[in-house]
């Protein structure tokens, strides 16, 4: 085995449990986004565009999807014969085998396999964020500091900071304290979840921590405090792009609606640094002549009858005459049937919404049972993968529908059935 | 399952086929259709998906496109180990001989490969009949009638003269053989025509290639089939489904057009994932339509930016249509772009077209107006 530079982990393990029903069977890097990518084909073109091509993928949820989504890793160009893309679940061993526990550990369990390309570096990434960089510039910061970590850290606004870890530095970067989402924050600035070390340095951090039998084995909470407390040089990389962190249901709505925005904060659409995924062999997408399209992204294999505006259509949706679809996002496959009315709604990957039916309704009739305000905040109504919705029924604003929904459910609909 | 015996021979290039302005740049084959494909995929996919995995392509001139369109076989699934796609290069004498090279030249250019290849059978096709045809019926058909070459038929209809001296028809008995071929004929006596699509034996084609050149013939149609029609059991296989020769200007623009018709697009594209046609992937971002975008009846590829109007077009993909632009039945390829205040109707805008502010073109429906790659008008 060659040795490389620098080694990138992507830590995809997570459940992402406030995306509620959308990452019931797929880990949350998996979640589509945007039209036709998955959250984790922003990691991975940007090591790909950064020319880290030995990238380990941290799987533990829910693992099926993703990995059949990575698999040679061809897409992102990272099927290579020297190193490549390899997916990394937990495994047993002769002595024992468990879960990762925490983000330290999914590395610590994996020291082996970062020891047999002997990088300088390694970089550790998040699968659950969206934005474009260039690692190799931090790496180079790093190195011209002669750092022992570096942390990617972003500007965020004041009144958000409490939601972060915030990094306090001092005049040349250097970071000084780390608050994990402190309530009266000294800095804005946020940490970003992307991590350079030197790895040689790590291990035995790494080491130290697995023989902690106190510690919560995470980076953020044990690995930094710990390397800055023992006054190793530690650098804030500030990063001054577009990044979203999309991990609640409004997150990832407003970072679908930002791609529709005149000013998105970062190009999706850049011949220089493209986002690559897994595409489907479909074709073009067609508009038929009573289609309406407004403000919208529209991708490969839909069809569109109806009428679509401010609004994210991944592949192969079908829309049908009548329907009007506004402030939505759907995904892979889904239909929705002749007039149906879709408003401020994300709808699964193959769910099907029959004729007339409303969702996001704001009816007094509408069905409320899946009213769930603590996953769909700010009005959002979500349809979860796979689930047929009747034609006519109605869906009322702020729910998370989880099971098909019959004709004739509601409260409209019971009233009909008695005085019948 | 993969047909473990078949193998493929697609001819890259016609010799009496000239799309003008579209072929100056590049072969046959790779002429962009369909607003994300070239002319190559139709075919190429149809084998792949019927299990047809060791295919080679031959080429002629201006085969740079071609090559670059195809590069390993990736998108089609065929950069294997074993089998996969073959990009053959052009005929050593293509340069130097004095007559125009025909099928057999061509096949007799690919002799090596089809030497060492393991197959016993081929189909062999041309690039630019377009339809969605399973070749294993193909040849279930073949071994069902016992036939030596089984050849690929469509009902023709009524044809003009003119189309009628561009086609070779097939009269056949009852039960499909194939009793005479009528090439180029002036008067039409048969209501099948020939798809340039045959299955053979791969020993029996090349005896039949060696013993053509021996004897200085050089076309497919004539010097194999015709000239073979008594000796040997040829039969016709009728495919039923759509399809579309690609051999003008004229039929071009139709093609593209035609795919605006529901029930044709979905069977050219197939409905199942196991019929679909690949192409070279591009990585690029979904199509944004602007707010006061008003696009109808089209076809639109991925990467585009369309803030104009847009009506019974077929747009490719990372096309920009600016602001105010109408565009009417017109073929815009790749990364052409129609800046703010434009009028295009009835033109087909090869790749990389720029139209500046407020100009207007426009061709006639029954002959489209043609713009040459990377003009700027």
């Known amino acids: 085995m060659k040795s490389k530079e620098c080694v990138a982990m992507i830590l995809a393990g997570g459940q992402g449990s406030r995306l509620g029903i959308l990452t019931k069977d797929v880990a949350k890097p998996a979640v589509p986004f945007g039209g036709k990518y998955r959250i984790i084909d922003f990691p991975l073109s940007n090591c790909t565009h950064s020319g880290i091509t030995t990238v380990g993928v941290l799987t533990q949820y829910q693992p099926l999807e993703l990995n059949t989504y990575i698999g040679n890793g061809q897409p992102w160009d990272l099927d290579r014969n020297d190193g490549g893309v390899y997916v990394l679940p937990p495994y047993v061993s002769a002595e024992k085998g468990e879960w990762y526990k925490g983000t330290a550990n999914a590395i610590y369990q994996n020291i082996g396999f970062i020891s047999r390309f002997d990088p300088e570096y390694v970089v550790i990434l998040s699968g659950d964020h969206i934005y474009k960089m260039d690692y190799s510039k931090m790496i180079k910061a790093h190195k011209k500091a002669n750092a022992a970590a570096t942390i990617a850290v972003i500007e965020v606004p004041w009144e958000e900071a409490p939601r972060f870890g915030i990094m306090n530095t001092d005049d040349e970067m250097n970071i000084v304290e780390f608050e994990e989402k402190p309530q009266n924050p000294k800095s804005n600035l946020a940490s970003m979840g992307v991590y350079v070390f030197n790895w040689a340095l790590l291990k035995k951090y790494l080491i130290a921590d697995e023989n902690d039998p106190k510690s919560d084995n995470d980076f953020g909470k044990n690995i930094i405090p710990k390397m800055l407390g023992d006054g190793n040089r530690m650098l804030a990389y500030k990063f001054d792009g577009y990044w979203k962190d999309v991990g609640t249901i409004q997150s990832l709505w407003e970072a679908n609606m930002n791609l529709l925005s005149d000013n998105p904060g970062y190009m999706l659409d850049d011949d220089d640094w493209k986002i690559f995924s897994r595409n489907p062999a479909m074709p073009p997408h067609y508009l038929a002549p009573e289609a309406r399209v407004k403000n919208c992204y529209i991708t490969e294999g839909c069809e569109i009858m109806g009428d679509v505006e401010n609004s994210v259509i991944f592949e192969g949706v079908i829309i049908e005459e009548g329907a009007v679809v506004r402030d939505s996002v759907i995904f892979p496959c889904a239909h929705i049937g002749k007039g149906a009315v879709v408003s401020k709604t994300m709808i699964g990957t193959n769910a099907f919404i029959g004729e007339g039916a409303e969702i996001g309704s704001e009816s007094d009739d509408a069905v409320t049972d899946f009213y769930n305000t603590k996953i769909c905040s700010d009005g959002i109504t979500l349809i979860a993968p796979e689930i047929t919705i009747e034609n006519g029924v109605k869906i009322g604003v702020c729910s998370m529908v989880t099971q098909n929904v019959k004709q004739g459910t509601g409260k409209k609909a019971d009233t009909d059935t008695a005085t019948a | ?377």
Not at chain 2, 114 to 139: A, G, H, K, P
């Open chain 2, 1 to 377: 399952m993969e047909n473990n015996n078949t193998m493929g021979l697609i001819f890259s290039g016609n010799p009496e086929v000239n799309l003008g302005e579209l072929m100056k740049v590049r072969s046959l084959a790779a002429v962009p259709v369909g607003g994300r494909y070239r002319i190559i995929d139709f075919m190429l996919s149809n084998m792949v998906n019927s299990g047809i995995v060791n295919v080679g392509i031959t080429t002629g001139y201006k085969h740079r496109s071609l090559s670059d369109h195809l590069g390993s076989g990736k998108a089609w699934d065929m950069a294997r180990k074993q089998n996969g796609l073959f990009i053959l290069s052009p005929p050593e004498n293509l340069d130097i001989t004095p007559r125009t090279l025909e099928g057999i030249d061509f096949i007799d250019s690919a002799m090596s490969y089809l030497n060492r290849s393991r197959q016993e059978y081929v189909m062999l096709s041309d690039c630019n009949t377009i339809c969605n045809i399973d070749f294993d019926e193909v040849i279930k058909f073949h071994f069902e009638k016992e036939a030596d070459i089984t050849v690929v038929c469509a009902e023709a209809g009524e044809l003009t003269p003119k189309e009628l001296s561009k086609n070779i028809m097939l009269e056949t008995e009852e039960d499909g053989r194939v009793s005479d071929i009528q090439v180029y004929p002036k008067k039409q006596n048969s209501n099948l025509a020939y798809m340039h699509i045959f299955f053979i034996k791969k020993d029996f084609l090349i005896d039949l290639v060696g013993d053509c050149l021996a004897h200085d013939k050089h076309s497919i149609s004539k010097d194999i089939l015709l000239a073979n029609v008594e000796k040997r059991r040829i039969y016709a296989y009728k495919y039923e489904g759509y399809r579309k020769t690609i051999d003008s200007i004229k039929s071009f623009y139709q093609f593209n057009l035609e795919l605006l018709n529901s029930d044709i697009r979905h069977e050219v594209f197939g409905t199942d994932d196991s019929r679909s046609i690949h192409t070279k992937v591009k990585d690029s971002v979904p199509t944004k339509y602007g707010r006061d975008a008003e696009v109808k009846n089209s076809f639109v590829a991925d990467g585009c930016c369309i803030e104009g109007r847009v009506e019974n077009c077929i747009i490719f993909r990372g096309v920009k249509i600016g602001k105010n632009s109408v565009v009417k039945n017109s073929i815009i390829m790749q990364n052409s772009r129609i800046m703010d205040g434009c009028c295009v109707e009835n033109a087909i805008f090869d790749k990389e077209v720029i139209l500046c502010n407020g100009k207007k073109l426009v061709g006639q429906i029954t002959y489209p107006l043609c713009i040459g790659k990377r003009t700027i008008v």
